[in-house]
């Protein structure tokens, strides 16, 4: 007597092997019937992946505002000093060898510069308004450009002319700073300040640029012609300027715009191959590169703390799978004597731990979010005047997952070898 | 040709400083559609002998094909293979998943082993608990159901992949009189209605006389092989008279 089940049942479609489908199934239901143990599972991930995520955005967060802060300094700024030169076989440094003339030749005939100017500094002036007076951290002559150089906009009246500058105009714009100080509630505008016993009129105001990475108050400053600073203020009779400040079009043409500049000031002072140069060119990406390296430090070392953090996590999954393959070595002598092949029971207990992690590293990710942009806020709360930006990569958090994962695959494999190699017999008979 | 041909099967433990011959030594040929009871005392071999049957355990001597197959040089894979499509296992304990409902556990077999998809799945599982009476309890956990139900879920999960081979240990040890007697009627019906070839291993006569033929075992070797249950119990209340302890 032929079955009539046996009959119809032959009827279905069948293939040879179990589809991951049905692993997964079955993995997902024993994860279901034991909430407890996938929630301690659960919690160990979350702390390891929170840990990285809020660690390495606060972390890049950190970078950011260093770079940013440099950035302040001046679009792609590139700094011509004078540098050696050579008197009847002695070697000076810092002998004034750059002009005025090499400033507007970089300007003109330079295409990766944007503009350039000429700065001359003075040595500690006090500046006089009424019966008020100030030492402002610089008093500098600067070219008609200054303001496109360092990327700089004034808040009010003008900045002066090319004729200013030929004339040695006895004029000045002001940072900030100044105001507070010198005009207390008198608008500044056309005002006289005295500087050496000179009488310069106020002409225009600068925005605040705030400080510097080095803590300078950067809108502490008076700008004047600096024919008008190297003639009226520090006497001198050379036509010499202390530094050449050029800015590149784009950080790209950074190296381009220093080559230039070098190319041409070659020719002008007629350096020759063997010579050396009486003036040198500073690239400021060398400085940002190594605040580059310095940032990237700090995140390898942040993220070395969170990744002992993620292996404490692993560590408590595997501890926990461990526990779970012993707690569940009958249920395993079951599914075997019903014909679960050890790659059957492999795989179960790693999609299993693999699922664990996933949901782990998702909460752990959200929560370390959250961590990094109340961190933030905090900061930017308890420190006024930084400004650190919130930084939350797809990329950190794209590896932070598929790191969950990987935990989950690392850790969880040993207990699943275990259980998948348990005897049926000595399984089924466990207590 | 027989289903099961045991030839000269042993299995030794090896325990270290000891060795325990579980079976010494076995020749049996068991066909397709036979309802047998393997008896014996404790410790005459009787679970390994099961074990050994069900491809849980190799034999560390000897032959056993299976359906023409040899099963003493399969691999593990090969074995887990054979016990989804060939057998089906009913426990004294149940051994079902315990917070997983009666259906979930009736379709695990179909999960291991033969592909169909989850609807298919579903729908045989039922039909296999309507089979065994157990029709309105699909979604109950074992332990909202009695043992004999229990039981039945087992029984159920054993033979919802079909094979041609049911296998109880002790399936009515841990029963009260009424429910063994339910369950064993259902092995009888599924025997005589649906071919399926039952062993059953026992301490219970009155399950073993339900059988049509008795296997009685005593320290690892078939000491009577019987029709005739009457025989078999002559064998099983043997006891070694004083001649016999003379060495």
Redesign the interface.
């Known amino acids: 007597?032929?079955?009539t089940?046996?009959r119809r049942?032959s009827r279905?479609?069948?293939?040879?092997?179990?589809?991951l489908l049905?692993t997964i199934?079955?993995a997902l239901?024993a994860l279901v019937?034991?909430k407890m143990r996938a929630v301690l599972t659960i919690i160990g991930v979350v702390i390891g992946i929170a840990a990285v995520t809020t660690i390495v955005s606060i972390g890049q967060g950190a970078g950011q505002l260093v770079s940013g802060e440099f950035e302040a300094l001046g679009t792609n700024v590139v700094l011509v000093l004078p540098g050696q030169s050579k008197r009847g076989g002695v070697r000076q440094s810092g002998a004034p060898t750059l002009t005025a003339a090499d400033s507007q030749a970089i300007g003109d005939f330079c295409p990766a510069v944007l503009a350039s100017s000429p700065i001359v500094g003075t040595a500690g002036q006090q500046v006089i308004y009424g019966n008020e007076n100030w030492d402002p951290r610089e008093l500098q002559g600067v070219g008609a450009d200054y303001l496109v150089v360092r990327n700089w906009e004034l808040a009010a009246g003008g900045f002066f002319s090319a004729d200013d500058i030929e004339s040695n105009g006895k004029v000045c714009v002001i940072g900030q700073t100044l105001i507070p100080k010198l005009f207390r509630t008198v608008n500044p505008l056309d005002e006289l300040i005295r500087v050496n016993n000179v009488p310069f009129r106020v002409i225009g105001i600068l925005q605040k640029k705030g400080a510097n990475m080095v803590g300078d108050d950067q809108d502490d400053v008076v700008l004047m012609p600096h024919t008008t600073v190297r003639k009226r203020i520090n006497g001198s009779p050379l036509d010499h300027v202390h530094a050449i400040m050029v800015s590149a079009r784009s950080t790209e043409q950074m190296a381009k715009a220093t080559k230039q500049v070098q190319t041409l000031l070659f020719e002008r002072h007629k350096v020759g191959p063997t010579d050396e140069a009486d003036f040198s060119v500073q690239d400021t990406t060398e400085i940002a590169a190594t605040l580059g390296i310095i940032t990237g430090t700090l995140t390898l070392m942040l993220s070395a703390i969170a990744g002992i953090s993620l292996i404490v996590g692993g560590v408590g999954i595997m501890n926990i799978m461990l526990v779970s393959v012993t707690e569940r070595t009958?249920?395993i002598?079951?599914?075997?004597?019903?014909?679960?092949?050890?790659?059957?029971i492999l795989r179960q207990f790693l999609i299993e731990s693999i699922v664990l992690s996933c949901i782990g590293g998702a909460i752990g990710l959200a929560l370390g979010t959250a961590a990094s942009i109340g961190t933030t806020y905090l900061i930017n709360a308890y420190k006024p005047g930084t400004d650190w930006p919130m930084v939350v990569s797809l990329p950190a958090a794209l590896v932070a997952m598929a790191f969950a994962a990987a935990v989950g695959v690392f850790f969880g494999y040993y207990p699943a070898l275990r259980a998948s190699r348990l005897d049926?017999?000595d399984a089924?008979r466990y207590e | 040709m027989a289903l099961i041909e045991l030839n000269d099967v042993r299995r030794v433990y090896d325990l270290g400083e000891v060795q325990v011959h579980a079976l010494r030594t076995v020749t049996l040929n068991i066909a397709l559609g036979e309802y047998i009871a393997l008896i014996g005392a404790s410790g005459s071999g009787k679970s390994t002998l099961m074990?050994t049957l069900?491809c849980?355990?190799r034999p560390t001597h000897g032959n056993y094909r299976l359906d023409g197959e040899e099963v003493v040089t399969m691999t593990?894979?090969e074995r887990?293979?054979i016990?989804?499509?060939q057998l089906g296992?009913v426990?004294q304990n149940f051994?079902?998943?315990?917070?997983?409902s009666a259906v979930?556990n009736v379709e695990?077999?179909l999960?291991?082993?033969?592909?169909?998809n989850?609807k298919?799945r579903r729908d045989?599982a039922m039909?296999m608990l309507s089979?065994v009476g157990l029709g309105d309890r699909f979604h109950h956990h074992p332990s909202q159901l009695s043992g004999g139900q229990q039981q039945r879920v087992a029984i159920a999960?054993?033979l919802v992949?079909?094979p041609s081979i049911l296998m109880g240990d002790e399936p009515t040890g841990n029963l009260d009189s009424k429910t063994a007697r339910e369950v064993i009627e259902l092995f009888r019906e599924l025997n005589e209605?649906?071919?399926i070839t039952v062993i059953l291993v026992t301490h219970d006569q009155n399950v073993a006389r339900n059988a049509q033929r008795t296997i009685v075992l005593r320290d690892g070797e078939v000491v009577e092989d019987t029709d005739d249950f009457s025989k078999a119990k002559e064998a099983l209340e043997y006891t070694p008279t004083d001649l016999d302890l003379v060495p």
């Open positions: 007597m032929v079955s089940w046996a049942w279905e479609k069948k293939t040879k092997t179990m589809s049905d199934r079955i239901r019937k034991n009958r249920e002598g079951i599914r075997m004597a019903i014909g679960a092949r050890g790659k059957d049926p017999i089924l | 074990n069900g849980l355990d593990r894979d887990a293979k016990r989804n499509r296992f426990f051994n079902l998943l315990n917070r997983t979930e695990l077999p999960m291991y082993g033969t592909k169909i989850a298919q045989r039909e089979k999960r054993a992949n079909r209605e649906q071919q």
